[in-house]
């Protein structure tokens, strides 16, 4: 019987970085969909952990200026002018936890 993954064969050696790739973009859809946050464009509503809001690009696989930890990201807080961890916040919720 022969084996079933060769590790000569570029494209057998290419699934399972495939299936951890499609399991990423299917993990990050479901948790934004169950989050309730809604994007808009690219661009979403975050917030440090200092409280400070603002809006900022949320790409889904690439983070050129940010280190993705989950649903929390280090990234630079234009606010407050820090670096600080920063995660996704719905917009219909902003009036009522700052009002």
């Given at each position: 019987?022969?084996?079933?993954?060769?590790?000569?064969?570029?494209?057998?050696?290419?699934?399972?970085?495939?299936?951890?790739?499609?399991?990423?973009?299917?993990?990050?859809?479901?948790?934004?969909?169950?989050?309730?946050?809604?994007?808009?464009?690219?661009?979403?509503?975050?917030?440090?952990?200092?409280?400070?809001?603002?809006?900022?690009s949320w790409p889904s696989f690439v983070a050129a200026k940010a280190a993705r930890m989950g649903g929390w990201r280090l990234q630079y807080c234009p606010i407050g002018r820090h670096w600080t961890f920063v995660r996704p916040t719905d917009p219909r919720d902003l009036d009522r936890l700052d009002g």
């Open positions: 019987m022969p084996p079933a993954f060769h590790p000569s064969d570029p494209v057998a050696a290419m699934w399972p970085v495939m299936l951890v790739l499609a399991a990423a973009i299917l993990g990050g859809l479901v948790y934004l969909q169950r989050s309730g946050i809604r994007r808009d464009g690219i661009e979403i509503t975050v917030r440090c952990r200092a409280g400070h809001v603002f809006r900022t």
